[in-house]
């Protein structure tokens, strides 16, 4: 039986009526026979496995592949809860953009009182030689995934804000893929939206933004650290859908001003670069000299207009968790708008009092680091032992301006795919926003990540997390 | 296209060949052993090992030459980087190297093709399972082969694929002739001396071209004729002027894609030319290994001149 615990459910609602976004495959799932289903189940990870669409992992030996687990039941959002859903994630993104020109810039904001000015020099993602200049177009923040979480019908919070290099949106197109050659008749039965165009559009919004030197048609190209990065399938995915090249730092050198790829015909230059590699390692000449997998000399090429760095350099300064924790003071001071989508309510742990409150309800709180990401060392309070929780006790005293601390939130819960029939895990919801000087683009969709064991908060994929397909429904 | 991608598809498509030619030679080896006694056996194996120079690495690890050794060794030692496995798994790797520049069915076939060969190559192989792990790796040559036929753009990615296969089969039949040259010599000097049937067997099985030959030449087995057949019959499609032949299309096309001639055609120009003038006298007055040598080495100029005339490399 298909038993909520309590929290929010995409699918039922507390007395087991199905919610109408649900309404149409709930009827379809009924009507299947469950030798049927758990064929499918079985079939899914055979297909990704023959295609390829794994992630990569390091091991003591040598790096292995493996497959992140998707579960076929959908996630289904209908057309109104994602047009509420869109304007605040434009709105926020506009206001992340800004905030960024701003900061490498006249830092209003931080003259204005509203953000310290500690928060930029403490930043481990600023970047002192972006100060003064303005990348094509006035855009940093080119692709930008919004992690969102759910609480209640019409609760929704921004729970992390992935302005550098969101990754994640080649598993939205490929779990719709996969989906619609499993379940082929369920299309034709519930008016979803379609997501395929994403790397269309993703080509367009980046050719867009192509610096002054371009002549003619732009040329992008997605620049990878290469086929042993976690990502690359994605790098390579993502190229081959936009018909653009996939380099590595070896294929190119700086040449007449521009940045150029070795082609078998000679050197070629690059107008636009779709760049899935650190800012640390993109310039050896201007950041870490060791790195081999970027490119020397573009940030000389870059300030003088020969190229578009998507994301721009620096932009990461958004991404700081206690950067996020003064988002609704930054949307406001840049729309003049109230947010439309809230924060998570945070505590940081750099002011006084938000240190003694973490620290005296530590067991019931979620404590992350202000520069981590991927879920790593953060604390989920409830779950931990209380050797854990001394332990990290520690770490809070001896340096509290590098964590904030967050409610356990009641994530909602969605259904997957178990031997037992349906069961809810906790999910979140990572949309895909491309911004270019024509406007923002949000693709009706995106990446639903889930908790595949029962009761756990964490979705990382690099935790054991899954993901599944995202319906957005037609009006 | 990207040089380095350039590079990948065309020695992705030599490891295959190589792959393959691996496991045909050690059929071949195989079905010779099986009908010799234990000391003209070892005798073989050894030349197995030796065809594809491999003979320093397994000495390394094993003094004595034993057919279960020696098909571990070509098949899967992890410390012979030129093992079937190390083989299929370099295509895959060069294969998601340059996963945007083939088709989706050319990937999903050597991704297939190197799921099934590296299941099958785990675990040691017994003797019952040696034809049975021949044949697993010859149907994905002819898998990816024919993924990349029906599927792939006729563009400069898809020469430079044909150009690695038709290089390195040149250069394997080279090779495979070459450890048999001394069974060949003698008995063209000796009129009426008949050929160790076995042996030229074998060499003819180790390019799979036993049956053709015999459709071919009606029974008539000689010396002169295996040779003539292995060089320079152009119908046969693992034969030195076929290979040349068909390489010399490649790198023509890879010409008229770029505007341009380079290095690499003249060399092929000059080779093609030899081949046409060449009979099979030329070779026996040559002597049929100096002539092999001559080839291999004209054959890895001819890769070399394309890697620089296509900037392979920085």
């Known amino acids: 039986m298909y038993e909520a615990d309590g929290r929010f459910d995409e699918m039922r609602t507390g007395d087991g009526t199905v919610r109408p976004a649900y309404k149409e495959y709930r009827h379809w799932f009924d009507q299947q026979d469950s030798a049927f289903l758990s064929r499918k189940h079985r079939e899914a990870e055979i297909a990704f496995r023959r295609t390829g669409i794994t992630f990569n992992v390091y091991g003591e030996h040598e790096a292995e592949e493996r497959l992140i687990p998707f579960d076929m039941v959908p996630r289904i959002i209908t057309a109104d809860e994602w047009r509420r859903l869109t304007r605040g994630i434009e709105q926020r993104v506009c206001a992340i953009n800004a905030f960024i020109h701003d900061l490498y810039h006249r830092q209003e904001i931080v003259r204005a009182g509203l953000l310290p000015e500690r928060l930029l020099r403490d930043n481990s993602a600023w970047l002192q030689n972006m100060v003064g200049f303005t990348p094509p177009g006035e855009i940093y923040t080119h692709v930008v995934g919004i992690d969102l979480v759910r609480t209640g019908p019409d609760e929704f919070f921004v729970l992390e804000d992935n302005a550098r290099t969101p990754s994640g949106v080649s598993y939205m197109l490929q779990n719709r893929e996969t989906m619609m050659a499993m379940f082929p008749e369920l299309f034709t039965r519930v008016p979803v939206r379609t997501v395929s165009d994403y790397p269309r559009r993703l080509a367009k919004s980046l050719a867009a933004c192509a610096p002054a030197a371009t002549e003619g048609k732009p040329t992008v190209a997605v620049l990878t650290p290469g086929i042993h990065n976690s990502a690359y399938f994605e790098h390579a995915f993502l190229a081959d859908q936009m018909g653009a090249e996939l380099v590595e730092g070896s294929d190119l050198r700086v040449t007449g001003g521009r940045v150029a790829m070795r082609t078998t015909r000679g050197y070629e230059p690059i107008d636009v670069l779709y760049r899935r590699v650190d800012d640390d390692f993109l310039d050896p000449l201007t950041f870490n000299p060791d790195s081999v997998l970027g490119v020397p000399g573009i940030m000389d090429v870059y300030r003088a207009g020969g190229i578009t760095i998507a994301n721009a350099p620096g932009t990461g300064v958004a991404d700081d968790k206690a950067i996020y924790s003064f988002m609704p003071e930054i949307v406001e001071f840049y729309t003049g708008e109230k947010p439309l989508l809230p924060n998570v309510q945070t505590w940081r742990c750099a002011d006084r009092d938000g240190l003694a409150y973490v620290l005296d309800n530590l067991d019931e709180l979620v404590v992350k680091e202000v520069h981590g990401s991927g879920g790593y060392g953060m604390l989920v309070g409830p779950a931990a032992s209380k050797r854990e929780l001394a332990a990290f006790r520690r770490k809070l005293k001896a340096k509290p301006q590098n964590y904030i601390a967050q409610p356990t939130l009641s994530l909602s819960t969605c259904p997957i795919f178990t031997r037992r029939g349906l069961a809810p895990r906790h999910v979140d919801l990572r949309p895909f926003v491309l911004v270019s000087p024509e406007g923002i683009d949000i693709v009706p969709g995106g990446l639903s990540r889930v908790a595949m064991r029962k009761g756990s908060l964490v979705v990382n994929s690099s935790q054991g997390g899954g993901t599944k397909d995202t319906w957005v429904l037609k009006d | ?314």
């Open chain 2, 1 to 314: 296209m990207l040089g380095r991608t350039a590079h990948g598809l065309f020695w992705m498509f030599r490891y295959l060949e190589r792959a393959e030619n691996t496991a045909r030679l050690l059929e071949a080896g195989f079905h010779m052993a099986l009908t010799r006694d234990v000391a003209t056996a070892e005798e073989e194996w050894r030349s197995v090992v030796e065809a594809f120079g491999q003979r320093a690495g397994y000495e390394i690890k094993h003094g004595t030459y034993t057919g279960h050794q020696v098909w571990n060794y070509l098949l899967r030692d992890p410390d012979n980087a030129m093992s079937v496995l190390a083989l299929i798994g370099a295509v895959r790797t060069n294969a998601r190297a340059a996963r945007n520049a083939i088709s989706g069915e050319l990937w999903e076939a050597i991704n297939e093709s190197w799921m099934e060969i590296s299941g099958l190559l785990a675990r040691p192989v017994a003797q019952g399972s040696v034809g049975e792990a021949v044949q697993i790796i010859r149907r994905a040559g002819t898998a990816v082969h024919g993924a990349m036929n029906g599927s792939m753009l006729r563009n400069e990615g898809f020469h430079f694929a044909r150009a690695g296969t038709f290089v390195e089969r040149a250069d394997c039949v080279a090779r495979i002739l070459d450890m048999k040259y001394y069974l060949l010599l003698p008995s063209l000097s000796y009129v009426g001396s008949s050929l160790d049937t076995g042996q030229w067997d074998q060499v003819l099985r180790s390019v799979s071209g036993d049956r053709a030959f015999r459709w071919l030449n009606a029974g008539q087995i000689d010396a002169r004729g295996i040779v003539e057949f292995l060089v320079l019959d152009d119908r046969f499609p693992r034969s030195v002027a076929f290979c040349h032949s068909a390489l010399r299309e490649e790198l023509a096309a890879l010409a008229r894609l770029h505007g341009a001639e380079g290095e690499s055609n003249a060399l092929m120009r000059e080779s093609a030319t030899r081949i046409a003038d060449l009979t099979i006298e030329n070779i026996f007055e040559t002597g049929l290994h100096d002539f092999l040598l001559e080839f291999i080495t004209c054959n890895r100029a001819i890769a070399d001149a394309i890697a620089d005339d296509y900037r392979f490399l920085s």
